[in-house]
């Protein structure tokens, strides 16, 4: 049965200015079989919105098409009843803003976007949410230091049923082997007892939180709302939630907390500056350690020597953040300890961000602390038992040497391996690394998100912290895990698709067991039977579309964005021949950068080319190569995709989608041969999302090359 279809065209924000809406919506009454296009001056209007409304409700609609604003522009407005499926085209930015008023070209567009919309309409259907039968409300929390505790005591104070697991005998981590903490508030002229001991207490007594001690995580499989764990102890037995006894234990939960936090590091490639060669020559973490015991002799003099092996390419290439105001902070319990003690800080810059700078500018009135910023060039046994240190860069010119009884070196932090989580996925059963072997997914705009959904890191496994750097991790990585509880019971999606309801499904019948998207999926959402038939998991999919993308036999699509539904809108265009002399370009942009870029552009009142049909899709790495062979049939002279930046300091907000478009170029080449084109006719290229000038230089320049090459032959079939 056809679909009964309405259109809603808003002539306000200047498209009534730019755009002949009355003829717009002749158009779609005579030619696309619509119920009935209306214009209105501003559909966000409450009165808009109620013509919306109890016009579609009256008419039996059962999609709507709202050319007005884009899709991130007021949707809450714009959300109706599930069963109305909505389509927005976005006439403001990307006709009416963007080209000459009245203009003939201006119309053309107008025209295709809105018959764009209604050819996805039919092709597509609303986005029917996945719903579990059952969803935990437990959280497994993986690692019981400071980030691991906070987290712990976060999730349990807002009603939810947390697992707190630890492979040691005591709770605590590394904070719990502190003497004492850095001053991170007034006074700063005192070190703190430790926090964590307040925060084991906090844990221990809160009878939401169950403890398991001398434990190893033997598996996690399932998926978000719905993971399998299965724990194991390694001394004796423990008891489960339920207070029975036994060795192995079972437990459903929601999401997971990984805090396993973090070693020091040792060099491993070349010992440096005498460490395990000269005595007297320690780590900050060994010194720690007798500092602990009390085992610290008396001292006369010590020197602290800053970035021991980080921001080195031959050890570690970052700053670990906290090893400056580490060794401020045992420098002062030296100072308390010895009065007359020397002590010196060489630094090649002194690191102290956020009120750990208060605890700084206290040290440097100590007139027995001596900074000195310069390079440790030689490390030597002096005749009389001490360390004799050389150091460029002190003075102009000049090296200076000092002896001292000992030499500190401040090495930086390098997070756990998570191999130890034993995740079940056929990607691996660890989190997967990313730079500097840290498991975040996205740095800049997801901090405790990994690449599994469902699982965010905290603490030292996720980047180098400080105490409350580390605590506030915990807090934000549970206030995650508990969204992503949250999202499941409502069948949604979490970042960067927050409330995208479409989950993939998959046409078996049609699948040839190629194992493309189990492998290409930067998330783990696909498993495998051992014949290679995929097992889609749809709560650990975060709806890029790369697996749409990567299928050769077109098996997988979303309800909203499919196949069949993409490649209606490409053939909606109408591509004039090529002797009106007016070129048609697809322009598919990422809607996370590339699409903002291109709005900001217009919003800076730069045009987009009106030969040119933009078509947002959720990353470059969900395009199929269906479309690209459609839009290349129907006539069109080019297809330029753009997309977030790939590489080493990657953009992609789905990891490695624009990676993958630049690798399937190869198909592109392919399609392009079989049909006797131009390899040039298809151009990918990359932007930030500030990037606003460049999107519409890149379009301007490819359609200059175009013009050099011609038109599509395939314009007269």
């Known amino acids: ?156 104070a807002n009603g939810y049923k947390i697992h707190l697991v630890e492979r040691n005998a005591v709770l605590g981590g590394w904070a719990a082997k502190w003497d004492r903490q850095i001053p991170f508030d007034e006074p700063f002229d005192q070190l703190r007892e ?29 998926q978000p709302g719905d993971f399998n764990v299965r724990l194991r102890a390694l001394s004796g037995t423990q008891k489960n939630a339920n207070g029975d006894t036994k060795n192995v234990i079972e437990l459903k939960t929601g999401s997971v907390v990984v805090a396993t936090g973090w070693e020091p590091y040792r060099p491993l490639k070349k010992p440096f500056y005498g460490l395990g060669e000269i005595p007297g020559v320690i780590t900050s973490v060994d010194l720690e350690e007798r500092i602990r015991e009390k085992s610290l002799g008396k001292t006369e003099s010590i020197m602290f020597l800053q970035c021991a092996g980080s921001r080195d390419q031959e050890h570690l290439p970052y700053c670990s953040s906290v090893c400056c105001g580490i060794s401020l902070k045992q420098a002062k319990y030296v100072r308390d300890r010895f009065p007359d003690a020397i002590v010196y800080i060489v630094y090649k810059d002194i690191r102290t961000p956020g009120f750990l700078e208060d605890f700084y500018k206290n040290m440097q009135d100590d007139i027995n602390i001596v900074f000195i910023k310069g390079n440790v060039v030689s490390v030597a046994s002096s005749l009389n038992d001490k360390i004799l240190v050389e150091i460029d860069g002190a003075m102009p010119g000049e090296q200076v040497q000092a002896e001292v009884e000992q030499l500190v070196l401040a090495t930086g932090m390098v997070p756990n391996a998570t191999d130890d989580l034993r995740l079940e996925y056929r990607q691996g059963n660890g989190l997967p690394e990313l730079k500097y072997e840290f498991p975040d997914s996205h740095f800049i705009c997801f901090p405790y998100e990994t690449r599994r959904t469902g699982i965010y890191a905290a603490g030292g496994i996720r980047a180098p912290l400080d105490i409350p750097s580390a605590m506030d991790d915990g807090s934000g990585a549970m206030m995650k895990a508990i969204q992503m509880i949250e999202s499941a019971r409502r069948g949604e999606s979490v970042h960067p698709r927050a409330g995208d309801r479409s989950y993939p499904e998959l046409y078996m019948e049609r699948c040839t067991d190629c194992k493309r998207c189990t492998e290409e999926c930067p998330f783990g959402t696909y498993d495998e039977t051992p014949e290679g038939t995929p097992v889609v998991h749809p709560n650990r999919c975060r709806r890029c579309g790369i697996c749409l993308g990567s299928c050769p036999e077109r098996v997988i699509n979303f309800a909203d964005y499919s196949i069949n539904g993409m490649s209606a809108k490409i053939k909606a265009v109408e591509v004039p021949d090529e002797f009106e002399e007016k070129p048609r370009v697809l322009v598919f942009v990422c809607e996370n950068d590339a699409l903002p870029a291109l709005e900001m552009a217009v919003r800076k009142k730069l045009k987009i080319n009106p030969y040119v049909r933009i078509i947002p899709v959720r990353c470059l790495g969900s395009i199929n190569r269906v479309w690209i062979s459609d839009a290349l049939s129907k006539g069109y002279d080019g297809i330029l995709q753009i997309g977030c930046q790939p590489g080493e300091n990657y953009q992609c907000h789905f990891i490695h989608g624009s990676e993958l478009s630049e690798q399937r170029s190869e198909i592109y080449e392919e399609t392009l041969s079989s049909m006797m084109l131009e390899p040039e006719r298809i151009k990918t290229k990359f932007v930030e999302i500030t990037d606003y000038q460049k999107v519409i230089q890149y379009i301007d320049d490819y359609m200059e090359e175009l013009e050099l090459i011609g038109p599509n032959p395939f314009k007269d079939m």
Not at 18 to 23: F, L
Not at 61 to 79: E, H, N, P, V
Not at 114 to 128: C, S
Not at 202 to 211: G, L
């Open 194 to 222: 430790p926090v964590v001991y307040d925060l084991i207490k906090t844990v221990q007594n809160n009878e939401k939180i169950a403890i398991y001690l001398n434990t190893s995580i033997e598996k996690i499989g399932g």
């Open 1 to 156: 049965m056809a679909k009964r279809l309405g259109a809603y065209v808003c002539e306000g924000c200047r498209i009534g200015a730019s755009v002949d809406v009355e003829k717009l919506c002749s158009n779609m009454n005579a030619e696309q079989d619509v119920v009935f296009c209306k214009s209105h001056q501003a559909l966000c209007s409450p009165e808009g919105i109620r013509e919306i409304v109890s016009s579609s409700n009256e008419s039996s609609l059962d999609g709507i098409l709202l050319a007005a604003c884009g899709r991130g522009t007021k949707d809450g407005l714009f959300s109706f009843q599930e069963d109305l499926t909505t389509e927005r085209v976005n006439l403001r930015e990307l006709v009416a803003w963007a080209m000459d008023p009245y203009d003939e070209d201006t119309q053309m567009a107008a025209g295709d976007y809105t018959r764009m919309g209604l050819e996805g309409l039919r092709k597509n259907a609303g986005a029917m949410p996945f719903f579990l039968d059952n969803i935990s409300n437990d959280i497994l929390v993986v690692g019981g230091g400071v980030s691991g505790l906070k987290a712990a005591a976060e999730g349990a």
